[in-house]
């Protein structure tokens, strides 16, 4: 068997195991999901065999005589690279257990000569594999130890050696067919790169968050770097990594994620084609995943007009102007910073790439709008990407995801309207709101869909309000008012309180009584719905004085309930400080002018 020749037959047969394993698998029968594996499997257990008599023989193989260092080292990592195939090969096949052995015992056989450029590769894969091994079982703690191991391997290697070691395969490849230095190198960085893409799960898992984005950003790079990577995979993974960088308030580091994926993403359109028989089910697909990556877009605009509003709000909820003026001034001082910063960012790809990212995010800003003009140019990117995300999400089929999308269209007009200094445009923003979200309110079966009706119970009824409002503040600015505002006026309010108290309603339990206890969930909703609905019935306008005490009387009751419920569940309290202290002054407030009131009407 130590001859030039059998060594070439058992290479044979060891290529031959991989091809089975890894390419004929893939057109095995749904009935045999793994007679492929078997198969390759049967193989391996024979090359096992000839490698074991070859050493009884203290042969080395190819190459003729060696010294004893490295025949041992040779022997060793020729058993480690079939072991690695058979623990990968029982994984595929759901053994675990028996798939943990043969990856463990490659280790131990690998472990005096990690660090040979014939090993770390091999070395590195098998612990990438036990660490998602003990990540299926729920092991994350295992996990997270062998591919921490892995990662320090790599680091240490390209610190200590830096060349490019020996893939996997070579161990069984002859002379003539071995890789070149760049294939290898690759082939490393690419093991490296799937060791960075597990941690950033783990990381995850663990609720590091902040560890879990930096490997993901990281992966990503590499991936880019090396061509490693599915632009359809590599866009979401992207997309989903900005939304991380929303709540972190890193609009610039957001921004540069979602151009990166728009752009790579449309490296997947150029990819399928009609001709490449691509099925009506993969056109499908890709039209997901845009309209996936439209709807991060969406929240993108939207976190940054909010986080645009928190900055310029007063104590009333209204845009402060010398806040506004000091923002102004200070966004001109930092204008020369702004370059430096974007070089600091982590940027994806080469210098071409670079080129359409950057492109593609120069049509949306990074940096909080400070006025009307600003905030709408964010807002009717937002907007496109609404149009983009429902061509998809269609209410039928995905009716949950459309009313998210139109729930965000309306919180894009709602946070609008705070930029809007004009009061009669702002109420033309919230109809449009009213528009969109009424008839899908309408349609939907309470059986199936609570949670959302009463989502869009408790905005319809917001926005009504606001409208109210709105038209209170434009007739205070008339000398007096008019019965068209006073009737527009009064119509707002009704609908307001009408979706409250289907609000309300909903929470009832099925013989109509309102709980004793509010859920933690819908605590605050609910004791806000309250406090409005007592709100509403004292902005009601009438001239008929009984009318007046009618509804002041149902304004106590309504504030009543809410001081009541405070006293009885001191919890409840820190949810809803401002409206109970307000309640509080109304519950006294309000019998006094009440008593006016009847005084008057007596007289």
Not at 13 to 33: G, H, I, L, Q, W
Not at 346 to 369: H, N, Q, R, W, Y
Not at 439 to 450: E, H, R, T, W
Request: proline share 3%; aromatic share 10%.
């Amino acid at each position: 068997m130590a001859t030039a020749a059998g060594w070439a037959s058992l290479c044979e047969k060891f290529r031959s195991a991989v091809n089975v394993s890894y390419v004929e698998s893939k057109n095995d029968p749904e009935t045999e999901p793994y007679r492929s594996k078997y198969a390759a499997r049967e193989l391996l257990e024979g090359v096992k065999q000839l490698l074991a008599s070859e050493e009884a023989e203290g042969a080395p193989g190819e190459g003729g005589q060696e010294g004893d260092g490295e025949a041992e080292r040779l022997q060793a990592v020729r058993r480690a690279v079939v072991e690695y195939e058979l623990g990968v090969n029982y994984t595929d096949t759901q053994e675990c257990s028996a798939g943990e052995e043969h990856l463990v015992k490659c280790i131990k056989l690998l472990e005096r000569h990690r660090l040979s450029r014939e090993c770390v590769s091999l070395y590195i894969q098998a612990q990438n594999n036990l660490g998602i091994l003990w990540s299926e079982r729920g092991d994350i703690k295992t996990a997270q130890t062998y591919l921490e191991s892995a990662e320090a391997l790599y680091n240490q290697y390209m610190k200590e050696n830096g060349s490019p070691p020996l893939d996997t395969n070579e161990h069984f490849m002859p002379q003539e067919e071995k890789l070149t230095d760049q294939e290898r190198s690759k082939r490393f960085e690419k093991v490296c790169t799937h060791t960075l893409y597990y941690l950033a799960q783990v990381y995850q898992h663990l609720d590091m968050t902040e560890k879990a984005a930096q490997y993901c950003h990281t992966t990503l790079k590499r991936q880019l770097e090396y061509s490693g990577y599915s632009p359809v995979k590599w866009a979401l993974n992207a997309a989903t990594l900005s939304q991380y960088y929303l709540t972190k308030q890193c609009f610039m580091e957001a921004r540069h994620c979602l151009a990166a994926a728009s752009v790579i993403f449309a490296q997947a359109g150029l990819v399928p084609s009609a001709e490449d028989n691509e099925t009506e089910q993969d056109q499908q697909d890709l039209q997901q995943r845009k309209a996936e990556i439209a709807r991060c877009w969406i929240k993108y605009c939207l976190n940054l007009l909010q986080g645009a509003r928190k900055l310029l709000e007063d104590n009333i909820g209204e845009l402060d102007p010398d806040r506004q003026s000091e923002l102004i001034a200070q966004r001109k001082k930092e204008e020369d910073e702004k370059e430096k910063g974007r070089k600091k960012a982590v940027l994806f790809g080469t210098s071409d790439l670079c080129d359409s990212i950057l492109a593609m995010e120069e049509k949306v800003s990074c940096v909080f709008p400070l006025d009307f003009q600003e905030a709408r140019e964010i807002f009717l990117v937002g907007q496109n990407y609404v149009s983009e995300a429902k061509e998809f999400f269609q209410v039928d089929g995905y009716v949950t995801d459309h009313i998210e999308i139109v729930q965000d269209h309306s919180a894009l007009f709602k946070v609008l309207a705070f930029f809007e200094e004009d009061y009669e445009r702002r109420c033309k923003m919230h109809k449009r709101r009213i528009d969109m979200l009424e008839p899908i309110f309408v349609d939907l079966n309470p059986q199936y869909f609570l949670l959302l009706r009463r989502q869009l119970q408790f905005e319809l009824a917001d926005t009504y309000y606001e409208m109210m409002d709105l038209k209170v503040a434009i007739g205070n600015r008339l000398d007096e008012l008019d019965s068209h505002t006073i009737k527009k006026i009064n119509s707002l309010a009704q609908l307001a309180i009408k979706y409250y108290e289907l609000f309300l309603d909903s929470l009832r339990n099925p013989d109509k009584v309102f709980p004793e206890t509010l859920e933690e969930d819908v605590l605050r909703p609910a004791m806000v719905a309250k406090f409005h609905i007592a709100r509403l019935y004292g902005k009601l306008i009438t001239s008929d004085g009984l009318k007046q005490l009618e509804n002041m009387q149902t304004s106590l009751e309504y504030y009543t309930f809410l001081v009541e419920y405070c006293e009885m569940h001191a919890d409840a309290v820190p949810a809803i400080e401002t409206e109970l202290e307000l309640s509080k002054e109304m519950v006294v407030l309000l019998p006094t002018r009440m008593e006016r009131l009847r005084a008057k009407l007596s007289s």
